[in-house]
């Protein structure tokens, strides 16, 4: 598949941006392991190169169609939580927060999560994600709050949290990535049909097609020389000194 959106990409003359090509060669240099690197690196590449074929001749007006149907799904919500351990912290916090003590200085004090080393951010969460990650509660919690608002303490499966909502992304220019990515990846499959029903195999293995097909005695290290003897049939009875 790989070498096949290579090709392909080569034939329609599709090739990624200076820009691209930095950024993937930066990422790269953070991977320590030179083998690793490389592959990381064409991988993403012809990612990118594949991302670019699947998008080739999409009109922008696609795009806002696939970003209307999907808004609700793809709007992105910027999060900090406190997890906490008893429903008295809990209390305290928010007593707090009334004080004018700032969230992430909360965080920093109250929190059970490795996030509160960055003040209990924990970055933008689709809706889906948020149910996924922190349940159905949670979910409705973040729909009910304003930006910059905190929410009320609430289970989650990881216990006690309390949510801080951040900035919305909802605006089509922000979203517009997204929305890309679900329509490339839509017209993936046809893609990888067209190219792999034209593709011309090459295997070292076979330069040419056989002439016959192998007969069924040929010799192999899979052939043994002594067979089996024949199973005995059901009802037979073995004979006298069989078991010798």
Do not use: C, W
Not at 93 to 116: E, T
Not at 134 to 147: I, N, S, Y
Not at 188 to 217: C, G, H, I, N, W
């Amino acid at each position: 598949e790989q070498k096949l959106i290579e090709q392909e990409a080569a034939k329609q003359k599709v090739t990624l941006t200076a820009q691209e090509t930095k950024e993937l060669d930066k990422a790269a240099e953070s991977i320590k392991i030179k083998p690793y690197a490389q592959a990381a690196l064409e991988r993403a590449k012809v990612a990118l190169l594949a991302r670019h074929l699947l998008l080739k001749g999409v009109s922008e007006a696609q795009i806002k169609e696939v970003y209307d149907l999907y808004k609700p799904e793809i709007t992105q919500y910027e999060l900090f939580v406190v997890v906490l351990t008893t429903k008295k912290d809990g209390h305290d916090l928010q007593r707090s927060l009334q004080d004018g003590v700032a969230f992430d200085i909360l965080a920093k004090n109250f929190s059970l999560d490795p996030s509160r080393k960055n003040g209990g951010k924990i970055g933008y969460l689709t809706m889906p994600q948020i149910r996924r990650l922190m349940g159905q509660e949670a979910a409705d919690e973040v729909a009910r709050l304003k930006p910059n608002q905190v929410g009320k303490m609430i289970y989650s499966p990881h216990g006690l949290i309390v949510l801080k909502l951040g900035s919305i992304k909802s605006d089509y220019q922000d979203l517009k990535p997204i929305a890309e990515s679900i329509l490339a990846e839509s017209r993936r499959t046809e893609l990888m049909y067209r190219l792999l029903s034209v593709a011309k195999v090459q295997s070292p293995f076979m330069q040419e097609a056989p002439s016959a097909l192998p007969s069924e005695d040929t010799g192999g290290i899979l052939a043994s020389p002594n067979p089996p003897a024949e199973l005995p049939k059901p009802g037979d009875r073995p004979g006298p000194g069989a078991g010798e």
